[in-house]
């Protein structure tokens, strides 16, 4: 820091080279960030790009070398032909999208009226045995699907739930009611007790305050309970595979391997099939995106 003296009196001039170094700093800090963010957004929209890639490419140019992400002869076939219930491959399918669609909206309404109510006990009342139970429900999701299959199996059989959209409800509700309770946990522990002890002073039952104050309040967290639920149900493969293995009863995943056969691969068949069971998830994720922007932001946090 120097003194400049100008017209009689004392300027103070501060160097520019620090603040010109630590403009530098945060420039080459934010083109790092945005690089960085840039390539990884690059590779998780590679495989869905060349999913839809594949997609509306005729069958001859798939293996066709060199390999183009841009197909030259780009067609609708493969769609017209997965979803036509004239050709073999189209014959069940509209059975597969409406047995998936069944089952992933009522394990999604099942699991959020089940969570919804047991989230708010573990966030308000005591008990004995409270943390072990809270703790033994989010311990079911540290194990991969396929080790509840048989025991699973064998249950749905004595029940006579094999082959019922009962029994893969059931069953779905099994992986999606854990995490669900957890995320509408944290958002009731956010809610002020007070806004209770208020309606209930103007005359609402606890039970009246849960419905017309609470849950109005957690719909963010609502919002996520269901695209969670909804896209597992969605996607799930295992569990519809043996607890719903007639034609009849089949879900869209569960269909897609009947695009391979001992002597040869329907890739274009399998991509096809694969964007249009895209679709549903990408459309529900848009319509409630900024509910579960704030459920992950405000309510996740608080558990």
């Not at 969570?115 to 573990?122: G, M, R, S, V």
């Not at 509840?148 to 004595?158: E, K, S, Y």
Request: net charge positive; proline share 6%; glycine share 6%.
């Amino acid at each position: 820091m120097s003194a400049i003296t100008q017209g009689g009196s004392q300027a103070v001039a501060y160097p520019a080279r620090r603040f010109g170094i630590k403009q530098r700093r945060a420039l080459l800090r934010l083109t790092i960030i945005y690089a960085g963010t840039m390539v990884l957004a690059l590779f998780a929209a590679l495989p869905m790009v060349w999913m839809v890639s594949t997609a509306i490419k005729p069958r001859s140019d798939v293996f066709r070398e060199p390999t183009t992400i841009i197909p030259t002869n780009a067609t609708l076939e493969n769609f017209i032909r997965v979803t036509e219930p004239l050709t073999p491959s189209g014959r069940y399918f509209g059975t597969y999208f409406l047995n998936s669609t069944i089952v992933s909206v009522a394990s999604s309404v099942f699991s959020v009226m089940i969570a919804a109510p047991a989230a708010y006990a573990f966030s308000r009342f005591r008990f004995p045995g409270k943390q072990v139970a809270y703790f033994a429900i989010l311990a079911r999701n540290m194990f991969p699907l396929i080790v509840f299959l048989i025991p699973l199996f064998t249950l749905m059989t004595a029940l006579q739930l094999v082959n019922t959209y009962a029994g893969l409800i059931i069953a779905y509700l099994t992986f999606t009611l854990p995490l669900s309770i957890w995320l509408l946990k944290g958002f009731f522990d956010g809610i002020p007790p007070e806004l209770e002890r208020a309606a209930r002073i103007d005359g609402c039952t606890r039970f009246g305050a849960f419905v017309r104050i609470i849950l109005p309040l957690t719909t963010p967290g609502l919002a996520a309970t269901v695209i969670y639920s909804f896209v597992q149900a969605w996607n799930e493969f295992p569990y519809a595979l043996n607890l719903a293995y007639s034609t009849n009863m089949r879900t869209l995943p569960v269909g897609m391997t009947f695009f391979f056969s001992e002597n040869q691969s329907d890739w274009t068949g399998l991509m096809a099939t694969a964007v249009i069971i895209s679709i549903p998830v990408v459309i529900i994720f848009m319509i409630l995106q900024r509910y579960f922007v704030s459920a992950l932001t405000q309510g996740a946090v608080k558990a």
